[in-house]
């Protein structure tokens, strides 16, 4: 038998094929190596041949050895796996190329968002206390801060910086720019879209959000205001200067 | 020196391991890009929905429109919303932001599209004991001032716009009736510029009415809408009527 023969008998009896290719190179690799070796101590190298290849032991033994370490099951898993992967990278490609939307439209950067500036920096306003924050739905709403002005015009403006997080990142933090309403301890209502107003401001971005609550043309020192939610049924209640806090 | 021989030598198992989680995370990925859409439309109206803090919403109905994309009527108990579901890459997609119908003491909700490029459509929930069809006047009315310019010329016209648009619809199995819109004037430019006037005016009486809902319809424009419901035999079962949008008076003053 020669090293053909030999190695053809032991890696038929691997079952699953597309690995035989590989096992065959390993095994030359092995047998070549150790031929290489004898020839160089000084054997004759159709000796070293038989000796090398006498030392890689019986086809069968060899051959069963080597199924056994290369299950077929495992082995079209692996592939499967493979597969698996660059379908997956596909798809991602896919995306880019053939979305409408683009890469432009991906809002993994803005998964956390803040407010760049704050535009009322230079004016000259009150701190108020902050309320606690919330648990509404999947989201926790935070107020970080409150400010009033007091305008010439007996008029006054409540700013609220609020954040809005969520542990479930395929959800968009709320939307707080139309469905906010207010109203205060003297009976005024605020709403979005009238004077007195209410307004707010933040992103759709997900996670994370940092935005912003404004309350305009607030008459008659209320002592309170409430921010509602109408719909999600939260409430935020802000203690005003001037009369003082009602209970 | 090769990278791969810098990384350890796994075996099969191993590997397979490493695919699979390869492949969690590309999928991950893949979700990310797809900014997070969801793989049915029930799914993407739910996490829109948890946006407006609500629970359970529920697809009142799906029409498409012209675009490839569809309107979704949706309510969550008293709740009653439009959304856009809008088709993205495999099979993601998205739900726009709901528009918010107004609250209603009656058996009848109101609801308007969420806007695109067009009014196609109004739609209106009925919680009535045996209608079969009904009618829709939609009354706009607006004070605009339309123009067109080319090279050439220069054409304007002021318009006291008041139109009735009238349509009629059958409920679905949500008792959810759809309107179909149509323009009367609709767009072509192969027409002269009197007429072009006309579609001008109508398209921007339009916006008025698609912003209602963000209530930012503005000023000289008001939207009168009323819907008579009727039986099998033709009587009438309830008369629906609301004022959108009124802002012709407080202009008329300033």
């Known amino acids: 038998m020669d090293w053909k ?6 890696v038929g009896h691997v079952r699953f094929k597309p690995d035989r ?4 190179r390993e095994l030359t690799d092995h047998y070549e190596d150790h031929r290489r070796d004898l020839v ?20 069968d033994t060899v051959g069963e050895a080597l199924d056994r370490a290369h299950q077929p099951w495992l082995g079209w898993l692996w592939e499967l796996s493979r597969l698996l992967v660059l379908l997956t990278a596909l798809l ?16 993994y950067w803005t998964l956390f968002s803040h407010q760049q500036e704050d535009p009322y920096a230079d004016f000259d306003m009150e701190e108020l206390t902050c309320p606690a924050p919330i648990r509404a739905g999947a989201y926790t709403i935070a107020v970080n801060r ?14 609220l910086d609020v954040t809005c997080t969520t542990r479930k990142p395929w959800l968009e933090v709320p939307d707080l720019t139309s469905t906010l309403e207010a109203v205060d301890s003297n009976g005024t209502l605020y709403r979005y879209g009238h004077a007195p107003w209410i307004i707010g401001f933040n992103d759709d971005s997900h996670i994370f959000s940092q935005g912003s609550i404004t309350v305009e043309r607030i008459e008659d020192q209320p002592g309170w205001i409430e921010i509602i939610h109408p719909i999600g049924g939260w409430t935020f209640r802000i203690e005003m200067p001037g009369k003082g806090a009602e209970p | 020196m090769k990278l791969t021989k810098l990384l350890p030598r796994l075996n099969r198992k191993q590997k397979i391991l490493r695919n699979l989680l390869l492949m969690f995370l590309l999928l991950g990925f893949l979700w990310l890009v797809n900014d997070f859409s969801a793989p049915t439309l029930e799914l993407a109206v739910k996490w829109k929905a948890e946006k407006y803090f609500l629970d359970q919403p529920e697809i009142l109905g799906v029409f498409p429109r012209e675009d490839g994309e569809d309107d979704v009527l949706l309510r969550d108990e008293n709740v009653f919303a439009s959304t856009l579901r809008r088709k993205r890459f495999l099979c993601f997609q998205e739900a726009l932001e709901f528009f918010f119908a107004h609250p209603e003491e009656g058996p ?7 806007d695109a490029f067009d009014v196609t459509a109004v739609y209106a929930y009925a919680e009535l004991e045996g209608d079969v069809r009904a009618v829709c006047d939609l009354r706009l009315r607006s004070d605009i001032d339309a123009s067109i310019s080319d090279e050439r ?9 008041d139109e009735t648009y009238t349509m009629e619809g059958t409920p679905n199995e949500n008792s959810l009736y759809r309107f179909a819109f149509q323009r009367k004037y609709p767009k072509n430019h192969e027409v002269g510029y009197e007429e072009q006037l006309w ?12 912003a209602i809902p963000r209530q930012s319809a503005g000023l000289d424009f008001a939207c009168d809408v009323t819907i008579t419901f009727y039986g099998e035999s033709g009587e009438i079962i309830y008369v629906y009527q609301r004022e959108l949008w009124n802002t012709l008076e407080r202009s008329g003053e300033s």
Not at chain 1, 5 to 10: D, I, N, Q, S, T
Not at chain 2, 108 to 114: A, E, G, K
Not at chain 2, 200 to 210: H, K, N, P, V, Y
């Open chain 1, 146 to 159: 409150v400010r009033y002005w007091a305008g010439e015009n007996g008029q006054a403006y409540l700013f």
């Open chain 1, 40 to 59: 160089r101590i000084g054997y004759e190298p159709n000796l070293a041949s038989e000796r090398a290849l006498r030392a890689m032991g019986d086809a």
């Open chain 1, 92 to 107: 991602i490609l896919g995306t880019a190329a053939f979305s409408g939307y683009g890469w432009g439209s991906v809002r």
């Open chain 1, 5 to 10: 023969e030999w190695c053809a008998r032991a």
């Open chain 2, 153 to 161: 010329e220069y054409v304007s016209r002021h318009f006291d716009w």
């Open chain 2, 199 to 210: 579609q001008s005016a109508e398209r921007s009486t339009l916006l008025d009415f698609q």
């Open chain 1, 21 to 24: 290719l590989a096992i065959e």
């Open chain 2, 108 to 114: 009848v909700v109101f609801l308007q599209q969420r």
